[in-house]
């Protein structure tokens, strides 16, 4: 979803022109050094390694060779620093010999701002001389060895020279990755940083689907629990661990989806009042539409945990025991109840809505996923989670109403003057469905139309001054 917005994709790269069998060199035989060599190797490169100690560093990807440091530089042009940071000043009496070379540092940290520089700007400083490009850092040795997967098919560069620049990302499009060019060394900070965030888009979305599932779990122990045991004298306590949970995951669920639209219901208005789309966002509204995609699946969890609650229902002590109950209690007293038309209606269609909203759910899911997504063009992407998401919207927020029928009319719905759960779920999407289907009248829908093109309103009282003052 929210794509690095101001990377430039390298040019497609002619693979064909690289020449056969290049010497690459690689200094370190570690980790990353022997997964890189590996993969080199199977791409038609030659590879020689530098190493401290070229006799007793173990095995070796077959078909390489290692080296002493100086030795294993003296052919290759290009050189990988498969070192850590800390080791770098090894390179330093090297310095003439690597220079006019193009160095890659593929080096991280253990946490960000460890030092004051970039290792990539601090090793550029050691050996002036040389190119140093900072590359292949965000990929770990083992997606290296595996060759690349969806999740981490970018190889993100940076460096000051653009030849080393073009020669590296040749290298890493030969080998599958496609190539990020973030610009000059002074990214490379930004790059360093990249592998040690932790799942960076997902903490808010995270913090809110905590904070809204424990709210509603408290608010249902009241009314569920609580109430039963302090105004009727009744322990329902077992209900937390199916009825609770089994209330509380669809009403998230619902909100969370909700909350994927609204910041776009919002982002509409504030141009149609604004009468521009050339006006920035407030940040708040920019970070809630960057996480949309992590609330959306935040929310298909939770609806499938309910799907799968739902499903166990039939099996429950309780039930199949206040079933039986009900089914004696008639044939004791003779009694038997008229079929309800209404009934049947009402509870085939709040399933059936449940059905259609869930599988459309499953829909968004499926699309959001990297490798789905890339296979759509931008229309039929926007298509799915724009249109299909307002129309999965509308039977989960049908599926609730269709839920609570009538059972707003009845006074001992509200439990200690509390509206149930499932009521207050429905605001946010109500509110949301409505503006959206104000969005939608012809007027509106024509002016954001125009406004999203370019077109500006201009304000007349400006317009005046400066006609004034041309
Ligand atoms: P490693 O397994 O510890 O290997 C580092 C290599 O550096 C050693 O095998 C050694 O090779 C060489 N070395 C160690 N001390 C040295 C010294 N004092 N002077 C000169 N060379 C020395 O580390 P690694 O996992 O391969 O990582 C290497 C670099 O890649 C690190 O900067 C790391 O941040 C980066 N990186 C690693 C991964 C990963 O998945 N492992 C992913 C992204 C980036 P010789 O014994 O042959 O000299």
Request: with cysteine.
């Amino acid at each position: 979803m929210s794509e690095e917005p101001d990377s430039v994709l390298l040019c497609s790269v002619n693979t064909a022109a690289v020449p056969r069998h290049e010497l690459l060199c690689i200094f370190g035989t570690g980790d990353l050094g022997r997964s890189l060599g590996q993969r080199l190797l199977q791409c038609g490169y030659k590879v020689v390694y530098g190493s401290r100690r070229p006799g007793s560093c173990g095995s070796l990807p077959a078909g390489t060779q290692a080296l002493s440091h100086e030795a294993a530089a003296q052919h290759a042009h290009l050189i990988f620093i498969c070192v850590q940071r800390e080791h770098y000043d090894f390179m330093e009496p090297l310095a003439p010999q690597l220079k006019g070379k193009v160095l890659v540092d593929v080096s991280n940290n253990l946490k960000k701002n460890m030092y004051t520089d970039a290792n990539a700007e601090y090793l550029q400083r050691l050996i002036p001389g040389a190119h140093v490009v900072k590359a292949f850092n965000t990929l770990s040795a083992w997606a290296l060895q595996n060759g690349p997967a969806d999740a981490n098919r970018q190889v993100y560069l940076c460096g000051n020279n653009a030849e080393a620049k073009q020669a590296v990302a040749e290298i890493a499009t030969k080998m599958g990755f496609s190539v990020l060019d973030r610009g000059s060394l002074s990214a490379a900070r930004e790059l360093e940083d990249f592998p040690l965030q932790l799942f960076p888009g997902w903490r808010l979305p995270i913090r809110l689907t905590i904070g809204l599932t424990a709210s509603f779990f408290f608010y249902l122990l009241l009314r569920d629990v609580l109430y039963s045991y302090i105004a009727q004298q009744k322990d329902m306590s077992f209900r937390i661990m199916v009825s609770l949970a089994n209330k509380v995951f669809p009403i998230v669920s619902l909100i969370l989806l909700s909350l994927c639209y609204l910041p776009g219901i919002i982002a509409a208005f504030l141009q149609l009042y604004r009468g521009t789309k050339y006006k920035r966002f407030p940040d708040w509204l920019d970070r809630w539409m960057l996480c949309r995609k992590q609330l959306g699946l935040l929310a298909l969890a939770f609806a499938s945990l309910h799907v799968l609650y739902t499903l166990i229902i039939s099996f429950r002590y309780y039930v199949r025991f206040r079933l039986a109950a009900h089914t004696i209690s008639q044939i004791r007293e003779n009694k038997t109840s008229p079929f309800d038309t209404t009934m049947a209606w009402r509870t085939d269609t709040y399933y059936s809505m449940g059905i259609i909203g869930f599988g459309f759910y499953l829909l968004l899911g499926i699309s959001s996923l990297p490798s789905v997504s890339n296979a759509l063009s931008w229309r039929e992407f926007s298509f799915i989670q724009s249109k299909l998401g307002y129309i999965t919207l509308f039977f989960c927020t049908f599926h609730t109403y269709l839920y609570g029928w009538d059972r707003f009319l009845y006074p001992s719905t509200y439990k200690w003057f509390t509206p149930p759960g499932y009521m207050l779920s429905l605001v946010v999407p109500t509110v949301v469905l409505l503006l959206k289907l104000l969005l939608l009248l012809p007027c509106v829908d024509r002016s954001l139309t125009r406004i999203r093109q370019g077109w500006e309103r201009t304000d007349p009282e400006e317009e005046s001054m400066k006609s004034l003052l041309r």
